[in-house]
């Protein structure tokens, strides 16, 4: 597109086209929409809130579908830089900051101030009462909007990465388990009068399933007795499942193919990957906080269960204290606020790399004893730092590549982004047998031996 006009500035950027700006108006219209709807108490004169809703919602849809269409199928396959370092809002310029302060107030009154969302909770009444069977809650509400923008982001993800079957198949996985096993599943939990159970999180990461008094809720709020199948499966997995499928797979197993938390960073995050920090004193602060975080939970998990087996006698309300600074420290600073408005700030994985206590636990694993890895052929490498750049984990990949060393981090989530990014095909991601790095160093010890007895 050549510019038509005569000043020095090009006032029609040449990725916008007009198909383009008629799918973000059409954004900005369910936007508009939903938030007359809020301010007029859930309702906008002459339409019925379910109306609304859907409407909004449809031309939310439609324009990220049209955008996201016209902005990846017109360019060749392949993953390009699409001038993130460039843009205000991915590279912390001032739409940057002011998304990551919208963000992050959107979360403080999220989980202090829900009386604000009164209008906002009632226009989801009737998607509520039709999925639930009871009328809507703020975190109802908040689960409606990220499972929609997994969604939506994820398909803007499915487009970017369609050359790469990898990627193609984490991003479905990750919609299926949002869709399904994060909002459809236990909405009909709750339709069944039955706790809504969440079938995607297990302990560490999800406190409840294995602290007395969570169980305990989970046993008297179930109708039909399923809460003993609950707490059954959350123990199960929490033990025996999370070892043995980290043992074949890594953590990306969950982290990049199952959670919620890395299904957003995975999708709505993406544009942000490459801001995380991956200096040196970066990663020992990563590595002090979130096993602090695991420490934290195992601890409190276990004076929870002593202080109950002597009926209170041991720590008495000091218990209950315990509880609720992990759940206001962890659970709603760290994890919401920090961990998802931070986005546009320190990159999309804030929380998984400095606070959740699942990813610590399926590190160690991983670190200690798992196939999972990521090798590399150092001969290959052009040092282009591509890895390095779009690693979301912190990760300096490009000095493993360039000494052609495997790569078994704790913090690594096996998304795979190194890989698809590296033009050379250095880096793969590959579950090998355990003593694989001891005959890799054989081998290059014959390699060297050979070369030096030849080179004589």
């Not at 310029?93 to 009632?122: D, E, N, Q, R, S």
């Not at 992990?326 to 931070?342: E, N, P, R």
């Not at 004893?369 to 282009?384: A, D, E, M, P, V």
Request: proline share 4%.
């Amino acid at each position: 597109m050549q510019n038509p006009s005569l000043s020095i500035a090009n006032p029609a950027p040449t990725l916008t086209t007009a198909k383009q700006k008629a799918a973000l108006a059409a954004v900005a219209l369910g936007i508009l929409l939903i938030l007359i709807a809020w301010s007029g108490g859930g309702t906008v004169p002459g339409m019925q809130p379910a109306v609304v809703l859907a409407v909004a919602v449809a031309l939310i849809s439609a324009g990220s579908v049209v955008y996201a269409r016209d902005l990846y199928l017109h360019l060749p396959k392949g993953i390009h830089n699409n001038g993130v370092f460039f843009k205000s809002l991915s590279s912390r310029g001032i739409a940057g900051w002011m998304l990551g302060v919208a963000i992050t107030g959107f979360y403080v009154v999220l989980y202090w101030f829900p009386a604000y969302f009164g209008g906002l909770i009632k226009l989801f009444d009737p998607l509520s009462m039709a999925l639930r069977g009871r009328a809507a809650d703020q975190w109802f509400v908040y689960g409606s909007f990220y499972t929609l923008s997994v969604l939506l982001m994820g398909y803007k993800f499915a487009l970017k990465y369609r050359h790469n079957r990898y990627q193609l198949l984490r991003t479905a996985s990750v919609v299926f388990f949002q869709l399904g096993f994060a909002f459809l599943i236990p909405a009909y939990m709750l339709l069944m009068n039955e706790p809504e159970y969440y079938f995607s999180y297990f302990w560490p990461l999800k406190t409840d399933s294995l602290k007395p008094d969570g169980i305990d809720w989970i046993v008297r709020s179930s109708s039909h007795g399923w809460g003993l199948y609950f707490i059954g499966f959350s123990i199960l997995m929490a033990f025996v499942g999370v070892p043995i499928l980290t043992y074949f797979f890594g953590k990306r197993w969950y982290c990049s193919w199952v959670c919620g938390c890395g299904g957003l960073a995975e999708t709505t995050g993406d544009a942000f990957r490459h801001l995380s920090d991956k200096s040196l004193k970066s990663w020992k602060i990563e590595r002090w906080m979130v096993h602090s975080v695991l420490v934290f939970v195992t601890v409190m998990t276990a004076l929870l269960w002593i202080n109950s087996a002597y009926q209170g006698a041991v720590l008495g309300r000091l218990s209950m204290g315990f509880s609720k600074t992990y759940a206001f420290l962890i659970g709603a600073v760290f994890s919401g606020v920090v961990g998802t408005g931070f986005y546009p700030i320190m990159g999309s994985r804030v929380w998984c790399r400095f606070g959740c206590p699942q990813a610590a636990i399926l590190g160690i694993f991983q670190r200690k004893k798992s196939k999972f890895r990521i090798t590399s052929n150092g001969s290959q490498c052009i040092s282009c730092g591509n890895c390095s750049t779009y690693c979301e984990m912190g990760i300096d990949v490009r000095s493993y590549a360039q000494k052609g060393q495997d790569i078994v981090r704790a913090s690594c989530v096996g998304c795979g982004i190194c890989a698809a990014v590296c033009p050379r095909g250095v880096l793969r991601l590959e579950n090998g047998d355990l003593d694989i790095d001891e005959r890799a160093e054989q081998l290059r010890a014959v390699h060297v031996k050979k070369g030096n007895e030849s080179a004589g």
